[in-house]
């Protein structure tokens, strides 16, 4: 979902091919080796957001000694598709690394909206957080120091979980990360 996502930020900007994205990817940071993007992916994803309707074959650019290559456009039910994978990206992401293919697409939609998702997904870990704190202080008779090893891990992931939410809603809020 998160690769389509990107074709279809990308096409929002410009016409493109598979390969002229595969080269943003790999540079300046190897995004696409870190993620196991291949060329092969990228037409797959490209084929796939065809058969959908969202995006279309607009011309073929021959060069010479080169493959030819399929230059795509976004179509109109790409465009208005995309605002609601990106909030669905957000609701469905686990964690800020899921996120990132929509924090580089919010220009595509309403930071408000997004803020809201994010406020939802901190009011639900704590929620959570409150069941598990209920459990915390039940001795496990033969399994102690597992108690005490997950009773640190979770403490742990609640406080950093909420902290990174809170640090991205305040830079969507503000335009500046809160170190600054």
Same mark, same amino acid.
């Not at 120091?145 to 009773?151: I, K, N, S, Y």
């Given at each position: 979902m998160s690769v389509q996502l990107f074709i279809l930020g990308q096409l929002m900007e410009s016409d493109t091919y598979p390969y002229e994205l595969k080269k943003k990817l790999s540079e300046p940071i190897p =995004? @696409?080796?870190f993620g196991g993007i291949t060329e092969s992916k990228l037409y797959y #994803?490209? $084929?796939s957001l065809e058969k959908k309707g969202y995006v279309a074959r607009t011309e073929?650019?021959? $060069? %010479? !000694?080169?493959? @030819?290559k399929q230059l795509f456009r976004i179509t109109e039910q790409g465009r208005h598709s995309l605002p609601k994978q990106i909030y669905s990206l957000f609701e469905k992401s686990e964690d800020i690394q899921g996120m990132i293919v929509g924090l580089a697409n919010l220009h595509h939609v309403d930071t408000d909206q997004v803020i809201a998702i =994010?406020?939802?997904k901190i009011d639900k870990i704590n929620t959570d957080w409150q069941e598990i704190t209920q459990y915390? !202080? #039940? &001795?496990?008779d033969s399994v102690e %120091?597992?108690? =005490?090893? =997950? @009773?640190s891990y979770l403490v742990s992931d609640h406080e950093h979980k909420i902290a990174w939410l809170e640090n991205l809603i305040h830079w969507l809020k503000?335009?500046?990360? &809160? !170190? %600054?």
């Open positions: =995004l @696409d080796r #994803h490209f $084929e073929v650019v021959k $060069e %010479e !000694n080169r493959p @030819d =994010l406020q939802k915390r !202080n #039940h &001795p496990i %120091e597992l108690r =005490l090893f =997950l @009773d503000t335009g500046g990360y &809160p !170190n %600054e």
